[in-house]
C-alpha cells in the first residue's frame, strides 16, 4: 500500500440532467480518509449521497452512481430534488 502523508479535498463539478429542468451541475467533493483508507466522494447537496473508492477517480464514478439512484428515487418518490450549489474552490492541506 502507498503510504499517504497529506490529504488533498477537491471538487468536480459533473452534468446531470434532472427531469423538468435544464442541465445541472452539483459540486462533488472528493477526499481521503485514512480513518476507511480509501478516497470518498459526497455530493453536499444530495444529503448522504457518498461512495468511495481506492482511486479519486474510482470514488467518482461510484458517486455518480449514487446521484443518479438517489435522483431516481426523489422523482419516484416525488421528494423534492435541491438546485445545486457552487462552490468552486481548491482546498489543499498537508496532514
Do not use: N, Q
Request: glycine letters at 6%.
Amino acid at each position: 500500500m502507498t503510504e499517504r502523508r497529506g490529504a488533498v479535498s477537491f471538487l468536480v463539478f459533473g452534468p446531470l440532467l434532472v427531469v423538468g429542468r435544464s442541465m445541472t451541475e452539483y459540486p462533488i467533493e472528493i477526499f481521503w480518509s485514512g480513518e476507511v483508507e480509501a478516497y470518498i466522494a459526497d455530493v453536499p447537496d444530495l444529503k448522504y449521497c457518498s461512495a468511495h473508492g481506492p482511486t479519486p477517480e474510482a470514488a467518482l464514478r461510484e458517486v455518480r452512481l449514487a446521484m443518479a439512484a438517489w435522483l431516481e428515487t426523489a422523482r419516484e418518490l416525488g421528494e423534492p430534488i435541491p438546485l445545486p450549489t457552487m462552490r468552486p474552490t481548491l482546498i489543499a492541506r498537508a496532514s
